[in-house]
């Protein structure tokens, strides 16, 4: 997604251009014409995804606590070079509040993994 601009995702009748037509019109309808909040949210739900199956990785062969900080910070990372790799793609921009979304879309998503990981996980491996 981060090769794309908004435009280019509206384009087509895909479930990605479903999906930010349904966001774009409650936003509107909730926030007024120029607030964005499709974006963040995009960005907020990939890295919510990305830091999940980053701890579960982790988890397999980390401690539990390892494996969360691990997992937040390499998300964190990546966040930082799909905002670097921006500034070279027409239409975007390199946004350091995109990276704090990302970054706390990455930590919800790590936090999940490592609750559903102590919950199911032997005694042993806490």
């Keep these: 997604m981060s090769a794309n601009t908004g435009a280019d995702l509206a ?5 990605v251009a479903r999906v930010r037509a349904l966001l774009m019109s409650a936003q509107v309808a909730w926030f007024g014409v120029g607030v964005d909040l499709v974006s963040p ?3 907020f739900c990939e890295y919510a995804l990305f830091g ?9 062969s980390l401690t539990p606590r390892r494996a969360l900080l691990l997992a937040v910070v390499a998300a964190s990372a990546y966040g930082v ?6 500034l070279f ?5 390199c946004d350091p509040v995109d990276w704090l ?26």
């Design 89 to 93: 793609v027409p239409g975007r921009a």
């Design 41 to 43: 949210f995009a960005h």
């Design 52 to 60: 999940f199956l980053l701890q579960n990785a982790l988890g397999c």
């Design 81 to 86: 070079t799909d905002e670097f790799h921006q």
């Design 101 to 126: 979304v990302d970054t706390a879309g990455a930590t919800l998503g790590a936090f999940l993994a490592h609750a559903a990981l102590r919950r199911f996980q032997p005694p042993a491996r806490r």
């Design 11 to 15: 384009d087509g009748d895909g479930l």
